[in-house]
């Protein structure tokens, strides 16, 4: 006999819609390996078992921006700061295009020492060297947008972190969701393929705000859903005052292993109503459990993102603590997370991995 949940599965992996009760069921599983199963079959129909990689290059961890969970806010003065000149972003571009790698993504906090003339001379340097460009820099206005696409940029990133308006306000003071969701718009306007995604696991956040977030990343709909678990940073006020509380240390590994847990479920309910877009198994997800990456791979991903940055500013971009890979190589990860990928039966994929849109498109 059908439980409902094997109903609402059926469903989803059939028409790939949900109701936000019917996702709100899934994200309440305790048993949930149907779901991310059922996720890991349509990931396979739709996208076969080629994992794309895309070489992450950490240009600056200078923030203007005061978002409460993250390390990189500007009034984190333990934090060292440390800027790539942008000769040296292009050169660990091409360094990475010799590791095999087909997408550079270029990241770093909001920062206005990088003007656009500055980064539009980077992306078309870039560009030069026949790779795919993702840019994840932050809110910018319409026409700096427009600007990094006319010199070449494929691919934006800007999580939408939260819908609910309520937690917006108190974990990304000074920033707007209307002014975020506008760039979205923006963002899409301009043809870059859209990649958005949620921080799952901030205090306060329930199921059901995480399920109306699953919605709006459907809507617009993105090519591109990013899941980061909430890991919490010392260094920020979320945890203020809770270093010397005994019984919250004792709970925090439980509470992240929900964190870490409940982000598997929102990346396969994704794949559930998005089939065909790209899912990075993220760098968060490793940091909570080793096999981390793998697992995502497993539960819907299809995308990795491995470290490209070199020397200590990998330490120094410390969103949270715990970060994989700080004292590694951009070969020693480029050879690392291809064998574990293979580990696994999936293959490196040698394409750019643009969104393929299904040639079905009935689900949208
Ligand atoms: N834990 C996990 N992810 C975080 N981010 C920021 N702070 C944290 C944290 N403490 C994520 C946000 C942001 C991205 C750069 O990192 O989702 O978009
Ligand atoms: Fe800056 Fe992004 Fe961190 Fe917010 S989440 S402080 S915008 S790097
Ligand atoms: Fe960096 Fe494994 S991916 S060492």
Known sequence: MNTDI???????????????????????????SALTCAADSVRQKYLGDEVHLRALIEFSNYCGQNCVYCGLRRDNRVLERYRIEPDEIIELAKKAKSYG?????????????????????IISEIKKSDMALTLRIGEKTYEEYKAFRDAGADRYLLRIETTDEELYAKYDPGMSLSNRKQCLENIKKLGYETGSGIIVGLPGQTLQSIAKDILYLKSI????????????????????????????????????????????????????????????????????NPQGRIIALQSGANVVMPNATE?????????????????DTPAKCSFCITNKIKS?????????????????????
């Open 101 to 121: 790698y087909k997408t550079i993504v270029l990241q770093s906090g909001e920062d206005r020492y990088y003007s656009v003339e500055k980064l539009v001379k």
């Open 344 to 364: 696994i039966g999936r293959t490196v994929s040698q394409h750019q991995g643009f969104h393929k849109k299904a040639i079905n498109k009935e689900y949208i």
């Open 6 to 32: 094997d109903l609402i599965l059926n469903k989803a992996a059939l028409e790939h819609f949900l109701t936000e009760k019917e996702i709100l069921r899934l994200l309440e599983l305790k048993d949930f």
């Open 311 to 327: 020397g200590e500013r990998r330490k120094q971009y410390a969103i949270y603590p715990g970060k994989i890979c700080i004292s």
């Open 221 to 288: 709909p993105v090519d591109m859903a990013g899941i980061g678990p909430f890991i919490y940073n010392p260094d920020t006020p979320v945890y203020c005052g809770k270093t010397q509380n005994l019984e919250f240390k004792t709970r925090l590994k439980e509470f992240e292993k929900n964190n870490f847990e409940t982000s598997l479920k929102v990346m396969a309910v994704l794949r559930l109503l998005m089939p065909d877009i790209n899912i990075p198994a993220t760098t968060a997800m490793e940091t909570l």
